[in-house]
């Protein structure tokens, strides 16, 4: 029977009345009185030497309050990178400064070269057009392997070579892993392009920077899904402001996926210029702007290899991987292709031996960041790829190499440093067996042969670490942060509850979810609870959302502090009820004494604490407020399987998605219906990338795919209707609430199901075609199939 209210119903989203009716309240919507307009000039050229820019003639024109180059911020520090990588001999990562605006050289198209701040953004775009640069063009370095050859021009002058880290993991295993292939019954190798792409949230990025002169007071409004990270890196790392002269907004965000966790250089210029210009200034992203100014995700290329034993056991893995970095290091880049990534790379499977070796490269291009999934779509990827065919080489069901293969007993220490403490994979291949009808799928097969079309069948099962945590390890592992979460509960006088979290929301369903655990927790109506986030004046330090944290970890701070009231409130009550604390019960938002009738309602010992007649202030001080901090003590392992059937019209190579039913283990559940919204966008989002999503550069850097017009987003036609089941629940053993995550399983379970759909459709119909790399475009399957 489902619930009507706490955890496990499915609360209908109470954020969505303001969102569907108009009355959201984002960056763009904030205008100061007074307030200027910026418009960056950006590089067109992908690479070239700085060798003047003049401002003098824009100056001039109407509204130009004042015009920046890179020489106003060479005092300033560089944007900031959150993650150090140390290599395989030990050495730190190669880190070149990454200029507010571009100094010296520029080395990607979309770079800002100078900002113009004028009363208008149109008299900004003017201006800027009047801006004489004179730039030497020099060899733009695209391609990730030849950026680390022989004689390739570098992209940063001052480093030794465009090899930003050669990392190994765990560097330990590698000569008994090499030992493994060698004695291998079977080896199968793979070569695959995980393709870069554009993150495309809904609302582009906006930042308002303001300055109180009379008190020295910085405000910056920003679409981010961490404000108090911001404010720790452009506070102390970028512009030098003391934190508590320093306030960061984040408001209603129109989505995030990963690019919004970063601190981007437009909030740092908003930020400066507002002191400077004596007035608040305000950029507004383009969508053009965005594809070249927002962090890019994935673009990885790989060898992988997967070795078993005579009797189909693996035995041992190992991987090369070129990971690109683009032109700078973004805020956590370097931690995406390494320890999200080649920790993930064990899967589902009781490998004994892993090696994971990632070259991490700066070329010309955009930066490259976490995205959506962030290093586990990349490794689950690779694995579920090559598991499919080693399948197909050693003439296997793929399921039941997996199942062969799984991990059955918990807890589980993989080859690759992490532990998982829960989970039941042979569950999950269960349902999702059952659910897609996997045994009637010949006949379907059949059906679509009589249409003239190739029908495929994909498989896969994936795992991922969220909660990125604890802090302790990740900061002996490179984090340059706590990766901790904060609440503050605030009770009302008469019992309602303001909760003031670190974890930001822009799409996730935050006011919903989080009053139904405080909800649950008290006893009362969820419409009792109010979340608060998203301001640094108003909210504990905390670090944000991402990595599928929110619940795992900003719940988890959420539980702690109001266990915290709910024992003070007990205190209250027992000197109320004239009892020991001891007997003091709460259930259904009420105390009482155990084994009499005597109870008090919720509100009333609310009244009480701030109304203190009832009980000795020398004991216990009024009022009702609590704050907790969360540091987890380890990752959370969802896990799941997914089936994808696609039909593949064999004179065009477009390919259909004709049935796609996702499993999934996502621990506790606290709002189904949120969840399967989760997992609805995520399979959306790694279906665009298995089939549309691409972003390219030429050979001169410039990019090709910089619009809707040459980047191609999944439409709701693209889709089928989803088939979701989270009910093979396996609790998480270490955090208080037992959930695991579910923002990104999604878009890492779903790109391999759908090539391995796509492969099984054309070898099924006796073409010889072992792997396609995405997106998976009738063009590259037509060529496939011919070839």
């Known amino acids: 029977m489902p619930k009507d209210s706490g955890i496990g119903a499915s609360s209908k989203r109470r954020e969505d009345v303001r969102f569907l009716t108009g009355a959201g309240n984002y960056t763009d919507d904030i205008n100061i009185h007074g307030q200027a307009h910026v418009y960056f000039l950006r590089s067109d050229m992908a690479h070239g030497t700085i060798n003047s820019v003049d401002t003098s003639a824009a100056e001039a024109m109407p509204g130009v309050v004042k015009i920046f180059t890179g020489a106003d911020f060479e005092a300033v520090g560089g944007m900031p990178c959150g993650w150090q990588v140390t290599d395989k001999h ?270 991490a490269v700066f070329t010309n291009t955009v930066p490259v960041d976490a995205y959506r999934g962030a290093g586990r779509p990349e490794a689950t990827f690779q694995l579920e790829r090559v598991i499919d065919k080693a399948a197909r080489e050693l003439g296997v069901d793929p399921i039941a190499l997996r199942r062969q293969n799984f991990v059955t007993e918990f807890p589980y220490a993989t080859p690759v440093a992490v532990e998982y403490d829960t989970g039941d994979y042979v569950a999950t291949m269960d349902k999702l067996e059952d659910m897609a009808d996997l045994s009637g799928f010949e006949a379907r097969r059949q059906a679509s042969e009589a249409k003239g079309r190739l029908r495929g069948l994909g498989v896969n099962c994936y795992i991922e670490a969220c909660g990125i945590a604890p802090s302790n390890l990740v900061g002996q592992l490179g984090a340059r942060a706590g990766l901790y979460e904060s609440a503050t509960v605030r009770v009302n006088a008469t019992g309602g509850l303001v909760v003031m979290t670190g974890s930001h929301s822009h799409g996730q369903g935050h006011e919903t979810a989080f009053p139904q655990v405080v909800a649950d927790m008290i006893g009362i109506d969820e419409s009792m609870v109010e979340i608060v986030h998203g301001d640094t004046s108003n909210a504990p330090m905390g670090m944000g959302t991402y990595g599928s944290r929110s619940l795992a970890v900003g719940g988890s701070a959420m539980v702690r502090a109001t266990e915290k009231i709910i024992a003070k409130a007990k205190k209250i009550a027992s000197h109320i009820l004239e009892a020991s604390e001891a007997d003091i019960e709460l259930k259904d938002g009420e105390f009482s004494v155990a084994g009499t009738d005597k109870s008090l309602a919720w509100g009333d010992v609310c009244l009480a604490a701030y109304v203190p007649h009832n009980y000795p202030l020398e004991d216990l001080e009024p009022g009702l407020e609590e704050t907790a901090f969360y540091d987890p003590s380890n990752f959370t392992y969802p896990a799941g399987a997914y089936a994808c059937e696609v039909e593949v019209d064999p004179d065009t190579g477009k390919v259909t998605i004709e049935a796609f039913t996702a499993v999934d283990d996502f621990g506790n559940v606290v709002n189904p219906m949120i969840v399967t919204g989760q997992v609805h966008g995520g399979l959306a989002q790694g279906i665009g990338q298995a089939l549309l999503e691409n972003c390219a550069y030429d050979e001169n850097g410039q990019l090709l795919s910089a619009s809707y017009m040459d980047y191609a987003m999944p439409r709701a036609d693209d889709l089928p209707m989803f088939g979701v089941d989270h009910s093979c629940q396996t609790p998480c053993t270490h955090n208080p609430l037992g959930v695991k995550g579910c923002g990104e399983a999604g878009a890492i379970g779903s790109p391999p199901a759908v090539v391995n759909a796509v492969v099984d459709a054309l070898q099924s119909a006796g073409r010889d075609v072992t792997h396609i790399d995405m997106p998976l475009t009738p063009a590259r399957v037509w060529a496939a199939m011919q070839s």
């Open 90 to 359: 030990g050495q730190p990562m190669q880190e070149p400064k990454h200029p507010v605006l571009a100094h010296g050289k520029v080395r990607h198209v979309g770079e800002p070269i100078a900002a113009v701040v004028a009363d208008t953004l149109e008299q900004a775009r003017d201006a800027a057009e009047a801006i004489d640069v004179d730039i030497s063009e020099l060899p733009a370095v695209v391609d990730m392997k030849a950026a680390v050859g022989d004689g390739a021009t570098k992209v940063h002058d001052d480093l030794t070579s465009n090899l930003c880290y050669d990392w190994g993991f765990v560097e330990e295993n590698k000569a008994a892993t090499d030992a493994a292939f060698e004695a291998a019954a079977h080896v199968t190798t793979l070569e695959l392009v995980n393709n870069r792409l554009v993150a495309n949230p809904m609302e582009p990025r906006v930042a308002v920077g303001d300055y109180a002169r009379g008190t020295g007071d910085h405000t910056l409004y920003t679409t981010s899904q961490n404000p108090h990270v911001i404010r720790l890196l452009m506070g102390a790392f970028v512009l030098g402001i003391p934190e508590h002269k320093l306030r960061v907004v984040a408001p209603d965000v129109g989505g995030g996926f990963g690019t919004k966790i970063f601190h981007y250089q437009e909030e740092a210029f908003c930020t400066f210029a507002a002191k400077a210009c004596g007035r608040p200034v305000k950029w507004t992203s383009s969508r053009s702007e965005a594809f070249m100014s927002d962090a890019h995700g994935r673009d990885h290329v790989t060898k992988i290899e997967l070795a078993l034993d005579a009797d189909n056991n693996f035995t041992a893995l190992r991987t090369e991987t070129f990971a690109n970095m683009g032109a700078y290091l973004s805020t956590f880049a370097p931690s995406v292709p390494t320890w999200l990534h080649g920790t993930l790379m064990a899967g589902n499977y009781k490998t004994p031996l892993i090696y994971v070796n990632v070259k």
